[in-house]
């Protein structure tokens, strides 16, 4: 049953087996739920618009035509739970998150490596989280995603050039944060 | 200056995207370009650094939370549909288990309490009555409200486009009304759909919540034809503070040229 | 086990018919309806090409494409070393699934596809999307339409049942043969007329809008508010109605509601002759 297509299983739901959501679920939330950490660097609330973009899906289920793929509709949905979300209480993003995120991942084998991945890491997150969002979102989709330009052209409903010019435009502009900052 | 036009190729180079013509292309510039060579390494150096900060692992929670939703939300797709259903289906399992004799007595003397309870409560009282003419009345009217809720939902566009127009049959939207147009008017995938909502939204303007949710919705809207309708409505409605959001859409390198001479006499028009 | 005869059954069916693809090129398929004579979806979408779907007698889908080659083309069918090619890439066109006497066709990213499909005349419902560089036609079906278009124009005749169409650039012809008298139905582009032929019993609220054109009718539209301004006689006998604001009217005492707008086009509103 697992060779199913993520298409074919979301059809599946839609036409009312509702418990095969759970393969999805199974499939896609750790996916899911890296976007939207990036996206907001808050481990609850991402938790909790994994829930939401769940829910979405199962609520709107009648609107999955299966002409597109599963995966970008998943996306866009959960773009869509991240602007309300983002209108309902501009999410500001605490000081000190960068620290205690970098904190929180495994480091390097001796005392100097993991200091200095850390430090590499908390610049990084501190430059990121400057990004604007759509700089950082796709970031997020070719480098922790990583997806295809192509495919982010479909999430993002843009042409994929336009990809490429933004990918490489975000790309800059987190550079020179991060070079700006080490000075 | 012709470095430019090969910036568009960095990001493919980056991702390991390129076809072997637009890798060569940009290989042949590098050689000659000490500053796009610079601009790359440094990219890459920072492509490579992202690598550390991968998101965390959710925390086991998320599967726990998840499987509550989905249960409930299965119990509660049950009731809505079967209510009714279920009523017939537990007579009929209790008419099955009719040979328990004991069983079918308590079931009549329920019955017969039931019936004296009815007659009881049913007599007389003028005030009563009015009440319960009133309930009834808000009953039809949540029946109107459930209804278009549901169709709202339904997966043709006609039957949506059904829904949306009996907002003008209900005489007081609430949140759950508002809050169900405004994620129609934001999510729904057909266009038309899309529009009728925005109609009847207009009706409801004197909501504030409403053109709180009209005004952010602009930037939201993806298709020319929205984009256009939304300029008139805000014009309608002299909305000032949509300039803000239309500045923004006119940002849009994609926006139809004959929206964004719309959206400018828009904006003209308000200030 | 039920579900699982119908997934491989559904597998089948598409192994057949990418065998059929690679093999033939005229590129036709038949899909088969799981209960042939009842009520079927269908659900049509592309990026690239244009949609033609025409009722016929018969109770099989057809479906014919034709993809224009990709940028490159495949000159050579040779691989290293005298291996010939046997499943070429390009057989990936169209693929087409059948669960359920439900249908979903699609074609493939960055390749251009023109697809005409040949559907039973019972009743189903439609879904028919493309986005760029293709028209669709509609013809001879009987049911629920849903289409929409981006760049290109939407053209519907003889169809019984309820249409919901939008496009941006092109467009938008409907003739009627008859119509579901409950149901909802809207027309609307930014660049291009609506035209909408009715039989003559139609009832309906109407709601019209033409920014920048003019509405034409002949039914008889009694409007709610908004009085509109009767400024001249076109040739055919057709009156104009011009507003600022939506036309919000009723013909023959309402009905469901008839959406329609346009920016840069004008709405004609005709009766069957």
């Given at each position: 049953?697992?060779?199913?297509?993520?298409?074919?299983?979301m059809?599946r739901?839609?036409?009312?087996?509702?418990d095969?959501?759970?393969?999805?679920?199974?499939r896609?939330?750790r996916?899911?739920?890296?976007?939207?950490?990036?996206?907001?660097?808050h481990?609850?609330?991402s938790?909790?618009?994994v829930?939401?973009v769940?829910?979405?899906m199962?609520?709107y289920?009648?609107t999955?035509?299966?002409?597109g793929?599963?995966i970008?509709w998943?996306?866009?949905i959960?773009?869509?739970v991240l602007?309300d979300?983002g209108?309902?209480?501009?999410?500001?993003?605490q000081a000190?998150?960068a620290e205690?995120?970098?904190?929180?991942?495994?480091?390097?084998?001796?005392?100097?490596?993991?200091?200095?991945?850390k430090?590499?890491r908390?610049?990084l997150y501190?430059?990121?989280e400057?990004l604007?969002d759509?700089h950082?979102e796709?970031l997020?989709l070719s480098?922790?995603?990583?997806?295809?330009h192509?495919?982010?052209a479909?999430?993002l409903?843009?042409?994929?050039v336009?990809?490429k010019t933004r990918a490489?435009?975000?790309?800059r502009e987190?550079k020179?944060?991060?070079i700006n900052a080490?000075? | 200056m012709?470095?430019?036009?090969?910036e568009e190729?960095f990001?493919?180079?980056i991702n390991g995207e390129?076809t072997p013509?637009?890798?060569?292309?940009?290989?042949?510039h590098?050689i000659g370009?000490?500053?796009c060579?610079?601009?790359l390494?440094?990219?890459q150096q920072?492509?490579?650094?992202?690598?550390?900060?991968?998101a965390?692992?959710?925390?086991?929670?998320v599967r726990?939370?998840f499987?509550a939703m989905?249960d409930?939300y299965k119990?509660?797709?049950?009731d809505?549909?079967?209510?009714w259903?279920?009523?017939?289906?537990?007579?009929?399992?209790l008419?099955?288990?009719?040979?328990r004799?004991?069983?079918?007595?308590?079931?009549a003397?329920?019955?017969?309490?039931l019936?004296?309870?009815?007659?009881?409560f049913?007599t007389?009282?003028?005030?009563?009555?009015?009440?319960?003419l009133?309930?009834?009345t808000s009953?039809?009217?949540?029946?109107?409200q459930?209804?278009?809720l549901?169709l709202?939902?339904?997966?043709s566009a006609?039957e949506?486009?059904?829904?949306?127009?009996?907002t003008s049959e209900i005489k007081?939207?609430?949140?759950e009304?508002?809050?169900a147009l405004l994620a129609?008017?934001?999510?729904?995938?057909?266009?038309?759909?899309r529009?009728s909502?925005?109609d009847?939204?207009?009706?409801?303007a004197?909501?504030q919540e409403?053109?709180?949710?009209?005004i952010q919705?602009i930037?939201?809207?993806?298709?020319p034809l929205m984009?256009?309708a939304i300029a008139?409505?805000?014009?309608k409605?002299q909305e000032?503070?949509s300039?803000?959001?239309?500045?923004e859409?006119l940002k849009?390198?994609?926006l139809?040229?004959g929206?964004?001479?719309k959206?400018?006499?828009?904006?003209?028009?308000l200030i | 086990?039920k579900?699982?005869?119908?997934?491989?059954v559904c597998?089948?069916?598409?192994l057949?018919t990418?065998?059929?693809?690679?093999q033939n090129n005229?590129?036709?398929m038949?899909?088969?309806?799981?209960?042939?004579?009842?009520?079927?979806?269908?659900d049509?979408?592309l990026?690239d090409?244009?949609?033609t779907v025409i009722?016929?007698e018969g109770?099989a889908?057809?479906?014919?494409?034709?993809?224009?080659?990709?940028?490159?083309g495949?000159d050579d069918d040779r691989?290293?070393?005298?291996?010939?090619?046997?499943?070429a890439?390009?057989n990936?066109d169209i693929n087409?699934e059948?669960?359920n006497?439900?249908i979903?066709v699609?074609g493939?990213?960055?390749?251009k596809t023109?697809?005409v499909l040949?559907v039973?005349?019972n009743?189903?419902?439609f879904?028919?999307h493309?986005?760029n560089?293709?028209?669709?036609?509609?013809?001879n079906?009987?049911?629920e339409?849903?289409?929409s278009n981006?760049?290109g124009?939407?053209?519907i005749?003889?169809?019984?049942?309820?249409v919901?169409?939008?496009?941006?650039?092109?467009?938008?012809v409907?003739?009627?043969?008859s119509?579901?008298?409950k149901?909802?139905m809207?027309?609307?582009t930014l660049n291009?007329?609506?035209?909408v032929?009715?039989?003559a019993g139609?009832?309906a609220n109407v709601k019209l809008k033409a920014d920048r054109?003019d509405?034409f009718?002949?039914?008889?539209?009694v409007?709610?508010?908004h009085?509109p301004?009767v400024?001249h006689?076109?040739?055919k006998g057709?009156y104009s109605?011009?507003?600022?604001d939506w036309?919000?009217?009723?013909?023959?005492g309402?009905?469901?509601?008839?959406?329609?707008?346009?920016?840069f086009?004008?709405i004609?509103i005709r009766?069957v002759?």
């Amino acid at each position: 049953m697992n060779s199913l297509t993520d298409n074919a299983i979301m059809l599946r739901v839609k036409d009312g087996d509702l418990d095969k959501m759970g393969l999805l679920f199974e499939r896609y939330h750790r996916q899911l739920y890296g976007f939207l950490f990036h996206m907001t660097y808050h481990r609850e609330v991402s938790e909790d618009m994994v829930q939401q973009v769940f829910y979405k899906m199962l609520r709107y289920r009648q609107t999955f035509t299966g002409s597109g793929q599963f995966i970008h509709w998943m996306y866009s949905i959960a773009r869509n739970v991240l602007k309300d979300q983002g209108k309902r209480k501009q999410l500001q993003m605490q000081a000190g998150n960068a620290e205690q995120l970098a904190d929180q991942l495994p480091g390097g084998i001796t005392p100097e490596e993991q200091l200095e991945k850390k430090e590499a890491r908390t610049g990084l997150y501190r430059a990121m989280e400057k990004l604007s969002d759509d700089h950082r979102e796709i970031l997020t989709l070719s480098r922790f995603q990583e997806l295809k330009h192509q495919e982010i052209a479909q999430i993002l409903n843009i042409s994929e050039v336009a990809v490429k010019t933004r990918a490489h435009r975000a790309l800059r502009e987190l550079k020179n944060i991060y070079i700006n900052a080490e000075r | 200056m012709k470095c430019e036009q090969y910036e568009e190729l960095f990001a493919g180079w980056i991702n390991g995207e390129l076809t072997p013509a637009e890798r060569e292309k940009l290989d042949q510039h590098l050689i000659g370009c000490a500053g796009c060579r610079e601009e790359l390494a440094a990219m890459q150096q920072i492509w490579d650094v992202m690598a550390e900060v991968k998101a965390p692992e959710p925390s086991a929670n998320v599967r726990v939370k998840f499987q509550a939703m989905l249960d409930t939300y299965k119990e509660s797709v049950q009731d809505q549909k079967s209510n009714w259903d279920g009523i017939k289906e537990q007579l009929s399992r209790l008419w099955q288990w009719q040979p328990r004799w004991p069983l079918a007595y308590s079931l009549a003397i329920l019955l017969i309490g039931l019936g004296c309870g009815y007659l009881f409560f049913h007599t007389g009282k003028g005030a009563e009555q009015d009440q319960q003419l009133k309930e009834l009345t808000s009953q039809v009217h949540e029946l109107k409200q459930t209804m278009m809720l549901a169709l709202l939902e339904n997966p043709s566009a006609s039957e949506r486009i059904r829904g949306v127009s009996y907002t003008s049959e209900i005489k007081h939207a609430d949140k759950e009304v508002i809050d169900a147009l405004l994620a129609t008017l934001n999510n729904d995938p057909n266009v038309n759909v899309r529009l009728s909502t925005l109609d009847a939204l207009t009706h409801l303007a004197n909501h504030q919540e409403v053109r709180q949710g009209l005004i952010q919705s602009i930037v939201q809207q993806d298709s020319p034809l929205m984009q256009s309708a939304i300029a008139d409505v805000m014009l309608k409605l002299q909305e000032k503070r949509s300039v803000k959001p239309f500045k923004e859409l006119l940002k849009q390198k994609n926006l139809d040229p004959g929206v964004k001479e719309k959206i400018n006499q828009t904006i003209t028009q308000l200030i | 086990m039920k579900t699982i005869k119908i997934a491989s059954v559904c597998v089948i069916v598409m192994l057949l018919t990418t065998r059929l693809w690679a093999q033939n090129n005229e590129k036709q398929m038949t899909v088969p309806l799981s209960s042939p004579g009842k009520p079927y979806k269908l659900d049509v979408g592309l990026v690239d090409g244009s949609i033609t779907v025409i009722g016929y007698e018969g109770k099989a889908v057809i479906i014919e494409a034709q993809s224009e080659e990709g940028k490159k083309g495949h000159d050579d069918d040779r691989g290293p070393g005298g291996m010939h090619r046997i499943g070429a890439n390009n057989n990936a066109d169209i693929n087409a699934e059948e669960n359920n006497n439900e249908i979903n066709v699609g074609g493939s990213l960055g390749r251009k596809t023109n697809l005409v499909l040949k559907v039973p005349q019972n009743e189903g419902s439609f879904k028919i999307h493309t986005v760029n560089n293709g028209n669709i036609v509609i013809s001879n079906v009987n049911g629920e339409l849903e289409v929409s278009n981006v760049n290109g124009s939407i053209k519907i005749n003889n169809v019984s049942g309820s249409v919901v169409a939008n496009t941006v650039n092109g467009p938008v012809v409907v003739t009627f043969k008859s119509i579901d008298p409950k149901a909802a139905m809207a027309f609307s582009t930014l660049n291009g007329n609506i035209d909408v032929t009715f039989p003559a019993g139609v009832k309906a609220n109407v709601k019209l809008k033409a920014d920048r054109g003019d509405i034409f009718t002949d039914f008889d539209v009694v409007t709610d508010q908004h009085k509109p301004i009767v400024t001249h006689n076109d040739s055919k006998g057709m009156y104009s109605l011009k507003v600022e604001d939506w036309v919000y009217g009723k013909i023959d005492g309402g009905g469901p509601e008839m959406m329609m707008k346009t920016t840069f086009g004008s709405i004609y509103i005709r009766k069957v002759k």
